[in-house]
């Protein structure tokens, strides 16, 4: 049985009208993305609740097997690798509880952004795509599409216009370029709109991101 600690959540203003659930990378925890809080600031956003939550710690294959905070079980990372699909759907059950709380907290699903960083991502997109309820957003930081060819029988009406940012380094050297280009070929083909930047950078997060993500951020919570 997966344990998750409390996440860590941050509000812009009093009484937020909008809520961005924040997941990290492999081996990180919930304060990873906590600095971005304050860099979004200047975004102008509408008073804003950012939860970050802590993946379990558990064993990664990738990794020999090392216990750390991770979302699923890791494999590979080629286009064809198996995939942990108990591992991905543990997480994206535990991702709905934690968009459920926000909606019995008076957001309205549609205030709501899914957003995630490399394996974070993944269950992010892989959740805001499956979600019985509209959302605000996807918000997908050098990752990919998991379950990829489970997507067309299991994606949500409600979220068939879901807003969708990616990023990707065109240098990243953990998570493929070419692995995060073709989801988002794949998820045009599907019919999403996807709005893709690509930066000239590792596996990490540029300045110039963060800006573009606090604009993409403003445009979609306050449509």
């Known amino acids: ?28 925890n919930g304060f990873d ?9 200047a975004a102008h956003l509408p008073p804003t609740r950012f939860i970050f939550p802590h993946a ?6 990738l990794n020999g097997g090392y216990v750390m905070p991770s979302w699923y079980d890791i ?8 995939e942990d699909e108990a591992g991905i759907r543990a997480s994206l059950a535990y991702l709905d509880r934690l968009i459920e709380r926000e909606i019995q907290r008076g957001i309205a699903s549609q205030r709501i952004v899914l957003a995630g960083f490399s394996q974070g991502g993944n269950i992010a997109l892989n959740s805001a795509l499956r979600y019985l309820q509209p959302l605000a957003g996807a918000l997908i930081l050098s990752s990919y599409l998991g379950l990829k060819d489970r997507l ?5 009406a409600a979220n068939r216009a879901l807003p969708i940012f990616m990023a ?8 493929p370029y070419a692995l995060a280009d073709g989801s ?28 573009d993500i606090g604009n993409w951020l403003a445009n979609v919570l306050t449509a």
């Open 1 to 28: 049985m997966l344990t998750y600690r409390t996440p860590l959540e941050v509000e812009t203003g009093d009484s937020p009208t909008a809520s961005v659930i924040w997941l990290h990378g492999l081996g990180a």
């Open 33 to 41: 993305f906590l600095p971005i809080v304050d860099e979004l600031v």
């Open 56 to 61: 379990a710690e558990q064993p990664v294959t």
């Open 75 to 82: 494999i590979g990372l080629q286009a064809d690798a198996p």
């Open 152 to 156: 067309a029988l299991e994606a949500s």
């Open 168 to 175: 990707h380094g065109t240098a990243d050297d953990i998570v």
């Open 184 to 211: 988002r070929v794949l998820l045009t083909k599907l019919g999403y709109s996807v709005e893709w930047h690509e930066y000239a950078m590792t596996h990490t997060v540029s300045a110039q991101e963060v800006v």
